[in-house]
RNA sequence: GCCAAAGUAGCUCAGUGGUAGAGCAGCUCACUCGUAAUGAGCAGGUCGCGGGUUCAAUUCCCAUCUUUGGCUCCA
């Protein structure tokens, strides 16, 4: 019964998407027609629908300003309630570039059509473009008050950065002006989370540009959060059979020209540092570090499998425009890891490290978890054999989790196939967080071997991995799911104490005291502040617990508890109070 | 790197061809207060950096750095 209803709702749901996808579709035409009206000489060039909503690619003889998607707004509004029909007419190729033969790109797109598929037009109105649709049949079938145009940006032509820029119009639209709203509900909701305002907010983190741009400070409150999280890391790896290491940051160029990454990867590398007459690089990855440890001395089957873990802070120089806040940084500190393993272990190994990754995601609070698994691309490293069973052990792995995943076939590095890990975050985002790479190209420019029981030397497995990513960015991706309200086991301060007056200040000190001996993170704010005021500061700071004393607290040796969410308690024992809180902070549960 | 927008006090932002203003934060003083902002006063800026035009530039122009949105969604 509940599955029928289950796949009723996915047809609708289907059928629904269908349904956006022409209406998005549709106004996209809608829109190069309001601009076509506005400028006649434009050359267009395609306008698909997209997640959320639509875009259409223009050349125009000027840039576009907000007054120009206000034009182009009324515009699409007059065109919709104009009611014009959508009418499909399949024409030659010769017909197609004769209508066509004042636009360019429309021209390019008749040549890229396979032979033997039908060139179609879709005509409203005025406008007719080379569209493959469908479409809705008429704009009446559009609501003019549940579309907004968004935004201006360029993007080159084809995605090629060789070719020409064109404007490209983002909009989102939607059937009725009730769902319209409630994206835009979402878009504010994506805006007040933000890491980087939330960051700011709650002083955890900031970037200097007249220091460098991509590389970040930790504040005191976000440097304990970091502290928390890289303990708790410490703790688990130790308990799960890894050893921690420590390597440089430098390396001269013999590690990277014998890793490859000069070859491949030089670009993103910061430039060399000259020394001696030789080449010192900062290191953009930990790899080659591991390996040299590992080759400092001989190793026997006995001593595999090799897990050898590291906060390892790397520099990578990224474009300039691809830097994002704390998501996309050029120093970071990769929670990295890499397994030495035999071929017999390599299978146990990576059911190991999922499962430990699914643990770790879960603690930190991402219960939707998804996962991607790359195969062998064209171009690649190692024999064929060794790319079947890994990618086998990979998948057996991710089944044996009960995972959803999807393969992307051909998508694996050159290097070796691997397992991404993808979250869902509170409000429904998905961020990558675990990777697990195989490498079969590191272990043979190195020349790692291990001896095996007949005393032959083989070559080991490799395994990359790191469970969430960078610290950077996860501790970017958790302020966003957490909207800044960290439950408490991470909050930078558990507690905020507020006397209600200044004759309760020593009761605070003395409670201060005692919260910091039974290991709790506390401030009290003795400031000369009213008690409204000083809970305004803690309830803006996102303090999961407020105590507020005064006299009666005082006199009766107890805590009123207001907690973040406004609920208060009064009268609570001093250990009452801490058996609570710990108790949260060992569940990591949210308050 | 490319397209577009932006850069003014610690933060959020206003403003002008005649060298700047608000709110919050900060500091000082008074108030000693019971669950989301007590009041008054003070202080704070080479208007991102460099050049040009001008009697005069924070304002106009050029260059540069940085930040933001994009540059993956394929007729």
């Not at 900062?282 to 001395?297: A, L, R």
Request: proline share 4%; with cysteine; aromatic share 12%.
């Amino acid at each position: 019964m509940r599955r029928e209803r289950l796949i009723f709702f996915r047809r609708n749901k289907m059928e629904k998407n269908e349904k956006l996808a022409m209406i998005r579709h549709s106004m996209a035409h809608v829109m190069a027609e309001a601009v076509l009206e506005m400028f006649p000489t434009a050359q267009i060039a395609i306008g698909p629908s997209i997640e959320n909503g639509f875009y259409y690619d223009f050349d125009l003889p000027r840039s576009l300003t907000e007054q120009d998607l206000e034009e182009i707004t009324e515009r699409m509004k007059n065109i919709i309630k104009s009611d014009r029909t959508f009418k499909r007419s399949v024409v030659s190729r010769e017909e197609a570039k004769e209508i066509f033969k004042d636009q360019k790109y429309k021209l390019e797109l008749i040549d890229s059509i396979p032979e033997g598929e039908e060139v179609s037009l879709y005509n409203q109105g005025a406008f007719t473009d080379l569209c493959r649709g469908p479409h809705v049949a008429s704009t009446k079938d559009l609501n003019a008050d549940a579309f907004k145009l968004l935004s201006v940006a360029g993007a080159y032509w084809r995605g090629d950065e060789k070719r020409p820029m064109l404007q490209r119009i983002y909009a989102t639209a939607w059937e009725t002006p009730k769902e319209l709203r409630l994206y835009l509900d979402h878009l504010a909701d994506i805006e007040k989370r933000d890491h980087r305002k939330l960051g700011k907010e709650l002083d955890l983190f900031s970037l200097h540009e007249e220091a460098g741009p991509g590389l970040v400070y930790w504040h005191p409150r976000g440097a304990r959060i970091r502290q928390i999280i890289e303990d708790f890391w410490r703790k688990e790896h130790y308990e799960n059979g890894y050893e921690m290491v420590y390597t440089p940051h430098v390396g001269k160029s013999w590690l990277w020209e014998t890793s490859g990454h000069l070859g491949f990867y030089k670009d993103s590398m910061y430039p060399p540092m000259e020394m001696d007459n030789m080449d010192y690089y900062t290191k953009p990855m930990n790899c080659p570090f591991h390996i040299m440890i590992y080759k400092n001395s001989k190793k026997s089957y006995r001593d595999l499998p090799c897990r050898w873990a590291e906060l390892g802070t790397v520099y990578r120089y990224e474009k300039a425009g691809a830097l994002h806040g704390l998501m996309r940084v050029r120093g970071f500190t990769q929670d990295d890891a890499h397994l030495f393993v035999t071929p017999d272990q390599m299978e146990d190994e990576i059911i190991e490290v999922l499962r430990f990754s699914l643990h770790m995601l879960h603690s930190f609070g991402f219960n939707e978890i998804h996962a991607y698994i790359s195969t062998k691309p064209e171009k690649s490293v190692g024999d064929v054999e060794k790319w079947d069973a890994a990618t086998e052990a990979l998948k057996k792995a991710v089944e044996k989790e009960g995972l959803k995943y999807d393969i992307d076939e051909g998508g694996g590095a050159f290097y070796g196939p691997k397992i991404d890990l993808k979250i869902k975050d509170a409000i429904g985002r998905e961020w990558q967080l675990s990777t697990v790479q195989f490498d079969f190209n590191l272990p043979e420019r190195f020349g790692l071997t291990f001896v095996d029981k007949d005393g032959v030397e083989k070559q080991p497995y490799m395994i990359h991995r790191a469970l969430l990513g960078s610290i950077e960015r996860f501790f970017g991706v958790l302020l966003e799911h957490y909207a800044g309200a960290f439950p408490p086991w991470l909050s930078p301060e558990q507690i905020a104490i507020i006397p209600v007056a200044e004759v309760a200040n020593d009761y605070a000190k003395e409670l201060e005291k005692r919260l910091k001996k039974d290991g709790l993170r506390v401030v009290s704010d003795l400031s000369n502040e009213r008690m409204n005021a000083k809970i305004r500061k803690a309830q803006q700071m996102k303090i999961p617990y407020m105590l507020i004393i005064g006299e009666k607290e005082m006199n009766n040796n107890t805590v009123s508890v207001r907690y973040r969410n406004g609920k208060q308690e009064f009268g609570l024992s001093y250990d009452d109070f801490v058996a609570s809180v710990k108790a949260k902070v060992e569940s990591k549960e949210q308050l």
